[in-house]
């Protein structure tokens, strides 16, 4: 008997990069992103110029996954988008459009939540990629979360952590900003961080119990330590910039590992999936694949297009909740903030 072919139009627009993407049940087909090089010369994302380049973008965004896909708005089965979390301006964009293209085809509508998708990108089917086997952690981090979430199935998530202030991704690129590189400054931190001395200047961790982070602290220990410096020799970054990079990343992915330890060690749970954009650093994902080694955990790392945002990861989620039965109105709401 041959599996049936859903095929799903996904929608991301939650912050800068307008995308989407065409599924085949759990297969990518496309994985269209348009990105807003306009933010760059703003030093961080300006929410207005970001929702004005969405609605500019969104159109040839979808044809061209349409095209690439092979097939035509009349084979599709069901529209996911990104509801929230993320700017309210972005968000209404993508999810305008994803009403109209729903009701015009008359197929079901599929809100999902941003930062599922990201775990739940995991499940896409790609060849040599071994998928999570529930109950697995999943360690969510990007420029506006940092989670530890604890999943039993597609449905059923509980955060049992979650920072208390910033979130990693802004660590790394407030970090960044105060050492004067251009935005976004965190991959730039990873790439500078593989020629240094990651303990050549060694930062205090915050000391935050059970399985919550806190990222503020550092940061403003990072700042007294660069103006400090500066000002014995004004010469400082340029002269150390690679042992900074390599030092303040090596914190990060301590605190990160730590939280990741303890996790394990309450729950039971030593299977590892890591997704959002920060799970791109490589400082990260070695990290990991040396704790399978260390502490026989296993370790889910995805492909670098699925990291980011994307709407690959929104369309997984569509997919399984289109097998559900879960349908979304078209009276529902884009939101800045959601619950998880």
């Not at 500019?56 to 896909?69: G, S, T």
């Not at 979650?162 to 004067?180: H, N």
Request: hydrophobic share 40%; with cysteine.
């Amino acid at each position: 008997m041959t599996e049936k072919k859903i095929y799903t139009l996904a929608i991301e627009s939650s912050c800068d990069d307008t995308s989407a993407a065409i599924l085949c049940n759990d297969k990518v087909l496309s994985n269209i992103v348009a990105r807003q090089a306009i933010h760059e010369e703003y030093g961080g994302v300006v929410p207005e110029l970001a929702s004005r380049a969405h609605q500019q973008n969104i159109v040839p965004v979808v044809d061209v996954a349409i095209k690439k896909a092979g097939i035509t708005k009349e084979d599709l089965d069901c529209i996911a988008f990104t509801q929230g979390p993320g700017l309210m301006g972005s968000l209404l964009v993508g999810g305008s459009f994803a009403k109209s293209m729903s009701m015009a085809l008359g197929i079901p509508l599929i809100a999902v939540n941003h930062m599922k998708a990201h775990i739940l990108a995991h499940f896409i089917d790609e060849a040599g990629y071994e998928k999570p086997t529930f109950p697995f952690l999943a360690l969510t981090i990007s420029g506006g979360h940092t989670q530890i979430v604890k999943l039993t199935s597609f449905f059923e998530m509980e955060i049992i952590g979650q920072t208390t202030d910033d979130a990693v991704g802004e660590a790394f690129d407030k970090s960044a900003k105060i050492m004067g590189l251009p935005y976004p400054g965190g991959p730039l931190i990873d790439k500078f961080a593989q020629e240094g001395n990651p303990k050549a200047f060694p930062f205090t961790k915050p000391k935050m119990p059970g399985l919550d982070f806190s990222f503020s602290g550092l940061k403003t220990q990072i700042l007294y330590f660069i103006q400090k410096n500066v000002a014995i020799n004004s010469n400082f970054i340029e002269e150390n910039k690679a042992d900074i990079c390599a030092s303040i990343q090596h914190t990060i992915v301590q605190i990160l590992m730590d939280k990741l330890k303890l996790a394990v060690a309450e729950t039971g749970i030593n299977k590892i999936a890591i997704g959002g954009g920060v799970s791109a650093n490589s400082g990260i994902r070695a990290t990991l694949k040396e704790a399978e080694r260390k502490y026989g955990w296993t370790t889910y790392i995805p492909k670098f297009e699925y990291t980011t945002d994307n709407a690959a990861m929104i369309g997984i989620v569509g997919y399984y909740n289109f097998l559900e039965g879960n349908f979304s109105e078209a009276a529902v709401v884009s939101k800045a903030r959601i619950e998880f």
